[in-house]
């Protein structure tokens, strides 16, 4: 049956006849489905071009969903026999799951958004049992490198919801632009959001394109993408970066930076990849500034966890800023390490005042972590253990396995071909869970997610090229109960069944990397990457200089 992510229990009845779905067949809903309902008959009634309708009250349906309980909130059963298809959910994003099988078990087809001519739809008599492996199945998009105007960002969130993910880590803010409208400060977007032109390649290149790029998201764009996301079940986390990654906030207003070293006025939007020097001044009034920002973040955003960036922060700036110095001093701090601790354990406890939760990139870890943050563990395994020891809750996505901006093969054919290969077989023997960490330590790693950079990615064509089909291994690794032994895992039985998923992939419009490779219109001659020196660690850690 094919079915990616492998679910926890699969029983196919050879004997029995299949399902058939008709023009006359209905949806039956039980008390608390509705919704679920609503969604399952809009998506298969585009496809089918059948009506679907509801069932009459007391009545069976050809397609009849429940609530059960007894059952996790996102665990599903789902029973397939001649006369229905029964979906049964712990809650309604259980429900959504079990929707999201059956339009696997109906064929490619099914995710189309009109009627194919001459298509059936028969299902399979089966038995589905199926339970996440973790809480948090996410992708991070960057939208600051190169911006993703809202109706793909939506196109992508139903890409998630196909594959049972869960978490869109919204990457918002950063040197290169900054994408979220805040009316306290209009300037953020007005400056920060627009860039005169960007590098052509990789960091340490030349080239300009000397084109202007930017955008932003209106409030109300924000809020109809959290909404539309949360009618998917998948939670929107957004990022705002701070104290580095904060060129483009600093263009739009030069107090914010180092202003007794730099001439931050003369600043514009950054135009170079990679990690700017220009980082935020650790004064009071950045904090209120940023406490201001985030205000009305939070009125956007529901998420019980708000990212708040927290890596790649140079200390230059503050080391020869006097102002920075006597900061230190003033708070009795050690040095600049502790000084951006305290910048990020400031925003923890203003965090948690409000019921939300910081998570940061593990670099929050140096200083002293803040006592109530989560860590997103990107520079390998060692944060996250060193996390998860210490009892903080940990997201697994370290760079070396699953940055989806990586290149898929060896050759120059690769388009903008940076970082280390990382292959479709590579992402899906990929474990969040490293053998390090065993028991409670463990049971702290809440999560995994794959992060998307778009540097090299200026078109919804590019960030599909690079997402898929690894996207699709990484969900059955955040989902499916593998052997955490990646050696042990069926590669061979993973393949064949991506083999039938590529069709479903065709009828979505992802246009992924095929198995044999790019195709002509993602050679970009000329425009190629400096791959990194060095293949990770025995630790999973960066060995590249």
């Not at 189309?112 to 992708?139: C, K, N």
């Not at 109300?220 to 990022?239: F, K, Q, S």
């Not at 601790?341 to 400031?346: A, F, G, N």
Request: hydrophobic residues 40%; aromatic residues 8%.
């Amino acid at each position: 049956m094919d079915l990616i992510p492998a679910p926890s229990h699969v029983q196919a009845r050879t004997d029995a006849p299949p399902f058939v779905l008709h023009a006359g067949s209905r949806i039956a809903a039980a008390p608390g489905t509705g919704a679920a309902a609503r969604r399952l008959r809009a998506e298969l009634s585009a496809a089918t071009g059948f009506d679907l309708d509801p069932a009459a009250a007391g009545q069976d349906g050809d397609l009849a969903l429940a609530l059960d309980p007894e059952l996790g909130a996102e665990e599903y059963r789902l029973s397939a026999a001649a006369d229905a298809v029964r979906l049964t959910g712990g809650s309604a994003a259980g429900l959504a799951h079990a929707a999201q099988t059956l339009r696997q078990l109906l064929g490619p087809a099914a995710y189309r958004s009109a009627p194919l001519p001459g298509a059936s739809w028969t299902v399979p008599a089966v038995e589905v049992r199926d339970a996440p492996r973790f809480g948090w199945r996410g992708a991070m998009l960057d939208v600051s490198r190169h911006f993703m105007p809202k109706a793909g960002v939506l196109r992508f969130i139903d890409q998630l919801a196909a594959h049972k993910l869960n978490v869109l880590h919204f990457h918002l803010t950063d040197d290169q632009g900054w994408r979220i409208e805040v009316k306290r400060y209009p300037k953020l977007t007005e400056v920060g959001g627009w860039r005169e032109r960007s590098m052509v390649g990789y960091r340490a290149g030349k080239r300009r394109d000397d084109q202007p790029h930017g955008g932003y998201y209106t409030q109300d764009d924000l809020r109809e993408i959290v909404a539309y996301a949360a009618a998917r079940h998948i939670t929107v986390v957004p990022e705002v970066d701070l104290p580095g990654h904060n060129q483009a906030a600093i263009a739009a207003y030069p107090e914010l930076g180092n202003t007794d070293v730099v001439d931050t006025a003369a600043l514009g939007t950054w135009t170079d990849w990679g990690v700017s020097e220009n980082i935020l001044n650790p004064s009071e009034a950045t904090l209120r500034f940023y406490e201001h920002v985030l205000e009305e973040v939070l009125e956007i955003f529901p998420s019980t966890f708000v990212h708040l960036g927290g890596d790649e922060c140079p200390k230059d700036q503050w080391k020869q800023s006097p102002a920075a110095q006597a900061r230190i001093a003033e708070l009795g701090l050690e040095d600049e390490f502790e000084l951006q601790s305290h910048v990020i354990r400031h925003f923890d406890r203003w965090l948690a005042e409000r019921g939300r939760r910081l998570i940061g990139w593990d670099e929050i870890l140096e200083g002293g972590l803040a006592p109530g943050a989560a860590v997103s563990s990107w520079r390998g395994y060692l944060g996250g253990i060193a996390a998860a020891n210490a009892g903080h809750d940990v997201v697994m996505c370290p760079e070396q396995h699953v940055y989806l901006d990586h290149r898929q093969a060896d050759g120059e054919d690769e388009p903008v071909p940076v970082g280390w290969v990382r292959t479709l077989e590579d992402v899906y023997r990929f474990e969040p869970v490293p053998p390090q960490l065993d028991g409670d330590a463990a049971a702290h790693v809440i999560g995994t997610q794959a992060n998307i950079w778009t540097e090299f990615m200026d078109t919804g064509r590019d960030v599909d090229y690079k997402a898929f089909p690894r996207l699709a291994a990484f969900a059955e690794v955040a989902w499916s109960d593998l052997p955490r032994d990646p050696a042990a895992r069926d590669w061979a039985g993973f393949e064949r069944r991506m083999a039938g998923h590529y069709p479903r992939l065709d009828a979505l419009g992802i246009e992924y990397r095929r198995p044999e490779g790019p195709r002509p219109w993602q050679r970009k001659p000329g425009v190629v990457g400096r791959p990194l020196a060095g293949p990770p660690g025995p630790s999973g850690e960066n060995t590249a200089p």
